[in-house]
DNA sequence: GTAGAGCAGATTGCATCCAATCTCAAGATG
DNA sequence: CATCTTGAGATTGGATGCAATCTGCTCTAC
């Protein structure tokens, strides 16, 4: 075996050696945020400028984000902010389905008491929340469940999902708002109290539920996935 | 919104702008194919004279592969073929139990009783194959599955953590294999008679079951994943 | 009026070159 | 003898420039 040392130090943050992973950021950020939308062209000199940076680590960002689903790349043609059918949105949410309770389960036994009270803040905060802050404090709510446990796998591939779908969301949560549809408040709250009680079975049920009911949900509204195209 | 034709061609297969994906098509074959050894070091140069193209599409073909899981990236320092510990291969393992079965349950509708047949001839076939015969054929007893029905994210997911666990796949075949464990072939042929029968929620199980009972074997073999450390 | 061919401009892909950083072995120090 | 320092060589990171390809408009034909 001839090197040993990979699994060191995650690199600086900044500096040289960084400029990709810098553009990567800040686009994955600003995809995230909404700044560009679907189907939205993406001009490599336009971030090199931004980013004060060559072509070079931009084109290496593009790569990265395409790893992540969030960007599609044509050859010899060009960047795209992704896009996804109502088809692929919904086999993200069943794979969300099997996989989140399962990182659930991972992270109960380090979930402190302190933890499920902030939980407990975020899901009643979200109750009289508008679409931009409930997308925060819905994401905290759940994503701040899954950095507890030292898993290396399972809690990124469920960022990635929460991650793609995220545009999505920000629809959805549109329209369910306008529909009054306040399910969503009640799941999160039978969820904190499935944690309370360290209840592993029956948190991932719940969760699996609220899941597999937003799936259900969103497959009655396919216009989200087809305007603009 | 501007371009709007993402998700069309997945670009030509050679010619101008496809050294990237060539370099990283050859590289991730080397690695599954043990040519490379998790630990081993990668150089940018070695890769560039071996495939006639300079380090600029090299290492775009380290990002993808990073972003597969194949490969280590550290800033300022070079690519190593990834290693992982005990630990991750049990999460992918557990991944892989919750989502294998539904990928399973997906295709079920579109394997024909020719795939069946085929699929009958690899198990047996496996029962009689070499440490290297039997991961072609396992690989292909399993992944010819999944290839049927339109899945455009977990069919990837799947393949992904085949791969990611593929080195230490072929380690455990041959101390399965000293061990004179045959429960493997077992499995596969209750599988064959579920997807015969067309029984989803057997089917899952079956392929659950398989899975976990592999994970459960490998926890008690951790001098595979610190030899050579 | 609609469909197809063709050309200029824009954009991406890649090779080369130089700067920044790391590696590793030899030497110094305690 | 172990540990730290140091510097030359090796290796990676990024900017620039040119070739290949695509885009989108214009012109032509029917």
Known sequence: MSGSR?????????GHGAAGQRVAEALRTSILDGDYLPG???????LADRYGASRVPVREAL????????????????????RISLAECEEMYQIR?????????????FISDADIAELDRLATAMESADVEEFLVLDRAFHLSCYDLAPTSVLGDL???LWNRTQHYRRAFTRVFRSEGDWSVHHEHHLLVAAIRRRDADESERVLAGHIRRTRLELARHPEVFTDGA
């Open 158 to 160: 469920v960022r990635q």
């Open 6 to 14: 990979p699994a060191a130090t995650p690199s600086p943050p900044d």
């Open 97 to 109: 389905e099997r996989i989140e309770p399962l990182l659930l389960r991972f992270n109960l036994p």
């Open 40 to 46: 939205e062209r993406i001009r490599q000199e336009v």
């Open 63 to 82: 790569r990265m984000l395409e790893a992540e689903g969030l960007v599609t790349l044509v050859a010899n043609t060009g960047a795209w902010v992704a």
